[in-house]
């Protein structure tokens, strides 16, 4: 459920506190999250945040720097959203794709999803970031531009050559890009 687009005051202090929480508790994975999306930094393919050529920052100083909004939530989690950071996300809409085009099912942390040769998505106005509590406190469990990507339920052989059509028919709708 969408909750608002108007950035709220209040939620720029509660992804700081998020963000330090994630920082004290789990170092290593946020600072390879940061890196993933600044295009500077990892020159590897997908979810990209744009940031001015002259930007000398890193990707946490402009998480704080943004002004936050609703944008969903569910009993664990709550995702904010910011007009702040426009991107690439790393991911095609399949119904964007020819039906006739061939996407590869493969495994990922634990599930299913179809993966595109195509350098990288559409371009989006806007990132979210998702938090939820972690060690007893709230803290950051993902950032992205554009929207949370639901993940695949489809159960399927890895390794699966199908096409477009097919894997809509399956009720997928995103397929991960992995270059070209």
């Known amino acids: 459920m969408i909750l608002g687009i108007n950035p709220d005051p209040a939620l720029r202090p509660r992804v700081h506190a998020a963000i330090d929480v994630t920082k004290a508790n789990q170092l290593p994975a946020w600072e390879d999250l940061c890196n993933s999306r600044d295009p500077r930094r990892m020159r590897s393919f997908g979810n ?95 950032f992205r531009a554009g929207p949370v990507m639901e993940p695949c339920t489809v159960e399927k052989p890895v390794n699966v050559e199908i096409n477009v059509a097919t894997a809509l028919q399956m009720g997928m709708r995103w397929a991960r890009c992995v270059g070209l």
């Open 48 to 142: 990209r945040f744009h940031l001015h050529p002259d930007y000398t920052g890193d990707i946490e100083a402009v998480l704080r720097e943004c002004e936050w909004s609703f944008y969903s939530s569910d009993s664990e989690s709550v995702t904010l959203r910011t007009f702040d950071l426009p991107g690439h996300i790393g991911v095609a809409d399949l119904n964007t794709l020819s039906p006739y085009q061939m996407v590869l099912l493969k495994e990922a942390k634990g599930r299913f999803e179809a993966q595109v040769y195509q350098h990288r998505g559409q371009q989006v106005p806007f990132s979210t970031i998702v938090l939820g509590f972690l060690w007893q406190e709230e803290g950051v469990w993902d």
